[in-house]
Each structure stands twice: as C-alpha cells, then as structure tokens.
C-alpha cells in the first residue's frame, strides 16, 4: 500500500521509448536513491539505472541496520530528506505508527526515531519508482568504467554492462582502516573487529567481557548502546587521539536569529573561531543554548567555507574539525543518558593516546598506549572495536571504478583530502582542472568543494543542483554531441 509520504503511480512518469539517455548511479545509499528519485520524478526521458549491490536502495551505510539501538543523532522534523517535502519522514513515523512502538524515540519535543526507519522510509519512497520501472536497480558493484563513444562503459561485479551518457559517483563511505600497529599486530585476531557498522558480531562478546572502542565519535557511542542494548555490562575503555566525546543537544528548542549575523563570511580560520565565540556568548546572553549557533552555522556552512581561501580551509581542518565536529555532529540524547548512566556505574572509562604496541593471544589483547599526557598505559581487554569512522583520505585507492576514472585522467583528489575535486555544480574535475560535463560527484566525496555536505539536509539539497543541472546542461551537451555525429 502506498503511503502519502510515498510517490504515488500518478505522479511517476513512465519512461517513454525509445530513450536515448542513460544516467547511471554508482551507489545507492541515500546520495544515490535521492538523485534517482529526484530525477525519475522530473518527467525528463531518461533511463536511470542505479549500481548497488546491497539489497534495499536509500539505506547505505548509514540507515542500512536492523539494530534497534542505533538512532538518528538528528531530530525526524530536522531531516528534511525530501526537499519537496521536508516532514515527509516526520509523518511516515506517525503514518506507519512506527512512533507508537517505539516510545524512546520522543526526547523531549523531539524525536530522534532508529536509524532503520529512516533507511525502511527512503525505501518506501523508492519502492513506487522502482516497480514502475522509473528507476532500475542492478544489485551490482561496479568494478570498471571506461570511457565509450563519448559516455561511459560501465561493468557490474555479476557481469552487467551498460552504457551510460552520464554518470554519478555516489559510493560516499568507504569502511574504516585499522591503523597502525594494530592492523599488523592483531591482523586475524578473531578478538579484532574491525567493522563498526555490523553491530550483529557483537553477539560473540559476553555480558561482562572487557572492551576497547578505538574512536569516541558517534560511531564509538553507537557500539556503546549497541553493546548495552544487548545486555553488556562489562568495562568499556574509549580511546582515542583526542579524548573528546561528541557534545549532547540542548534539552530545549532554541534558536538565535542574530547568529547568522554574527558570523558573517569570516576569512580566516582564526576570525571563524572568534565569531563563533562571541556568538556563543551572544546567544547565552539571551538565554539560549550554544547548540543554536551551531545550527546556524551549519546553515552557513557551504557560504563560509566557499569564501575561506585554500590555505585557511586547511587551517581549520589541522587546528578546528575535532573540536567542530564535537559539537556539529551532536549526540541522541538516548545516548547521552546511557553515557551518564555508565559513568555513575563505573562501566565507561575514557583515555587520550595512541596506541604503540598490540598483543593478542587467545586470552585477550594488551595494548601499549602512550597518553596525550606523555605517558604509556597499558591496556587489557577481551575484545577490541576499531570505531574511526569512514577514511575518506584516499578514497580513490578503495575502489576499483574510481582508479579507472583517475587513470583516465577524469577525476582527481581534491585537494583538502575530503575526497574528490569538484566545481561548484558538482561535476567532477579532471586531470587537468577542467569540469567534465558528464560526470557527478554527489553526496560527501564532494565535501571539499562544499564544506558542510554530510547530513541529509545538505546532500538533499546538493542532489535538487544536480538533477538542474544533469536536466539542463549536461542533457543539451549529450544532444548537441549526437547531432553533431549525425
Ligand atoms: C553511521 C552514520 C550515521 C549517520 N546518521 C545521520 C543522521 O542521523 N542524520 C543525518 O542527517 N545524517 C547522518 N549521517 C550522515 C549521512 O546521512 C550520510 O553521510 C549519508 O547517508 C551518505 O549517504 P551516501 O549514499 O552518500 O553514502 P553511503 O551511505 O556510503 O552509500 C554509498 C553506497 O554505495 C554502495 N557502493 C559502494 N561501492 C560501490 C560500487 N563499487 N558499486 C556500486 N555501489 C557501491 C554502498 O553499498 C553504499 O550503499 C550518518 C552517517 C553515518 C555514517
């Protein structure tokens, strides 16, 4: 049954033939499902095949979970996944009585509803599109592209071959990496896990089994409910280089209209830090929460970091991004009363260090730690969890399809290390510093031309620009091209 939340068969434009144009979607996580959507629901004559090997389209890394106890860290009404309508999850929530079953979810006004909701929403959104064949699904990873009668060849890991005439990169998350010395160290150690996103191998640590989370960000404390949820009561030891958990939300709604205006389009790192202060402490003035400036600042984000000229940019990224991602990317307030729980109790320790020597027998693990107060520590523990969260850095190094584009000279790093180089219409910049009309960069690989583009909100809006553009420019080029040819 279709929900009104969902797109209804009315609004689909059936693909007429014969169709000439092919976008092809590289990843089909949320990135990905949300361009298809958006483009299947344009009316254009486009065939739109999306490349993604996992079952279910919209879910990802993210939101692809069954695990109960792994929450939006973002209010539902602050999802805005459909900019067309930004309260569509807010009532799927109601509309499928989803809120009813699950009563944690409301913390205060607020509700900060579980992670596979919103992945079983955007598969509702798909599921219409899907089945009638506006959007085409191969459940594939794409292993090689190459360049094709001015397209591109595309090659799926079960034997798919498809021309497209454009193309997407949408594979935002590449797994976490195991640093050093324990990826050599305790390489095979059946007591090393090393993907933080399968919260289903936790079920082999028992109830009182000391643990270690190598990280402390949400993904860090999403193994902590996880490990909770299921009954852990053991010693859990956060570690990491910086020692800084993410920051909770405010207890009230508040906002700080005079925020904005505070920040302004700050030109330094330095300035950018000095601005927030004063805005923190304007807005606490008034009796609202530091949180607000932070919403206003990621409302800002893209402005601010498009105005910061490159050597600024990387200032902040050496000296600000812990500290501002600790308090952008904020914590469910579900999980902050599990944290304070496991600290009354003493179940929850943290240390900053980083580890210089690791052992692992089948007994346990012992890690060598010298602290960020210059001393060395050792650790013992049953079980460790590596929780870094995605490695952007080389990102083209992690997939096969990305190092064929780079060879072709179609793409390159871009060159704050965030991910791939892009102009500011998302197309993708070659080797040579062009932007090459035909090729996509949607989703958080484009973070270093944007800024701010990892929330929902952000890549929902980033996706409406593409489809303009995929729908305007890109389209007349292709056609300018084939009449040329003919
Ligand atoms: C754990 C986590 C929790 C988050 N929570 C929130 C939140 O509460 N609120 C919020 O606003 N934002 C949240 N975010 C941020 C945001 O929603 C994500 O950044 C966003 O989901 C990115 O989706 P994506 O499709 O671009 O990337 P991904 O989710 O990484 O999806 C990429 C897809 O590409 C596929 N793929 C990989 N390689 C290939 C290949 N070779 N061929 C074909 N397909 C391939 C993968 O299977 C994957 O499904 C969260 C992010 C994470 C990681």
Redo the contacts with the bound molecule.
Sequence with gaps: MLGITEASPSQIPRPRRPVTRRVVI???????AALARRLALSGAELEITV????ARLGA?????TQDPALR???AAAR?RALPDDPQAFARFLQETGRLACDPEAVAGEAIYAR?ADFGDFMQAQMAPLLAYGAVEHRRE??ISVSREHGGYAVAGDRGSRLHADILVI????PAPRCPEPVASALSGTPRLMTDP?DTRQLARIAATDPVIVLGAG??AL?LVASLRARGHQGLITLLSRSNALPQPHATAHSASPSACEVLGQPLTARRLLTRVRAAVAAAEAQGLAWQSVFDSLRQQGQAIWSALPHAERQRFLRHLRRRFETHRYRMPPQIAAQLQEDKTAGRLQRLGGRIVDARGDAKGLSLTVSTRGGEERRLKAQWLLVATG?DHADVIAR?G?LQDLAAQGLIRRDSHGLGLACDGASRAICAHGAPVDTLFVA??LARGTFGEL????E?AAQVDAIAHTLLGNAIRQIEAQAFALS
């Design positions: 590289i990843g089909g996580g949320f990135t990905g490349f993604e090997p996992r990802g890394l993210a939101y692809d939006l860290n973002v999802m992670r990873a794409v949408a594979t935002s998350h996103f949400l993904t999403d995605p997939h399809y989703g958080p990892t929330g929902v909100p890549i």
